[in-house]
């Protein structure tokens, strides 16, 4: 026997609204925000038609339950953004890894100093490896020096949560972003997250000369080609092409 599929995510609570209340006295709070006291539900339904709005439960299990006169369909609106703008400050347990080698070329290095750059601006956590090969260890401070030039140039917008780690032939060190109030700008992004030097550029216009066009020349007709013959009358053998024309045949010997 199958067992019944579990969604992942857990479904929305569902509020009761006017009728579906069974609770005799509600905690009421008018549309401005404002309380107005616990009342009898009908007391309560009445005042939702007077305003033009809903009954909506939004506290079942306290005594009385509270019930706010909202409409339903913007309150459920103001539930989902609020739910959507909780969820975008859930970045800083999000964790994104860069890995670096010891002999990196200085472009990667900044490629990688730039990625890391943007996760933290937007609240992500770094984790920094460096991994060793061969016999890059026995060289293990040049490795050191890569890692400790990575977190003096990403010092403005993060900090290491701990001293840099050699675990086998692994260095690992993790960078938490700093608050917002206290992180440097972007360096290529600006308040509204375009980026500077490319935002609202025009279009180059195209370079029109005033020269005029030279015209082309047809190639010269070599002359040295005889001239096609003229007034060439066919052959009357029925032949257009026939390969024994001017053929001198000579009739047998007496």
């Given at each position: ?71 339903f369909g913007k309150f459920r609106y103001e539930q ?52 060793f090969r061969g016999r890059e260890m026995a060289h ?68 029109i000369s005033d020269v005029p066009a030279t015209p ?39």
């Amino acid at each position: 026997m199958s067992r019944p599929f579990t969604p992942r995510t857990p479904p929305a609570p569902a509020y009761r609204i006017n009728g579906k209340i069974r609770a005799r006295e509600v905690r009421v709070i008018g549309p401005d925000g404002a309380q107005i006291g616990v009342i009898t539900l009908p007391e309560a339904l009445t005042l939702a038609r007077q305003y033009a709005v809903d009954l909506v439960e939004i506290a079942p299990n306290a005594v009385p339950p509270v019930c706010r006169l909202v409409d339903f369909g913007k309150f459920r609106y103001e539930q989902s953004k609020k739910e959507k703008d909780s969820k975008k400050h859930q970045h800083a347990n999000k964790v994104k890894e860069v890995q670096l080698s010891p002999n990196i070329d200085p472009h990667d290095f900044g490629v990688k100093l730039a990625h890391a750059i943007d996760f933290m601006c937007e609240d992500m956590k770094v984790k920094v490896q460096l991994r060793f090969r061969g016999r890059e260890m026995a060289h293990k401070e040049i490795g050191e020096q890569v890692v400790a030039r990575f977190l003096k140039e990403a010092a403005p917008w993060g900090h290491p949560d701990f001293s840099p780690k050699l675990m086998g032939k692994t260095i690992n060190v993790m960078i938490s972003p700093h608050p917002r109030n206290k992180r440097a700008k972007h360096p290529t992004k600006n308040e509204q997250g375009e980026v500077e030097g490319f935002a609202h550029e025009p279009l180059a216009k195209p370079i029109i000369s005033d020269v005029p066009a030279t015209p082309v020349s047809e190639p010269a007709r070599d002359d040295s080609r005889p001239a096609p013959a003229k007034n060439v009358k066919p052959p009357t053998n029925g032949f257009t092409n026939n390969p024994f024309v001017g053929l001198d045949v000579a009739g047998p010997e007496a």
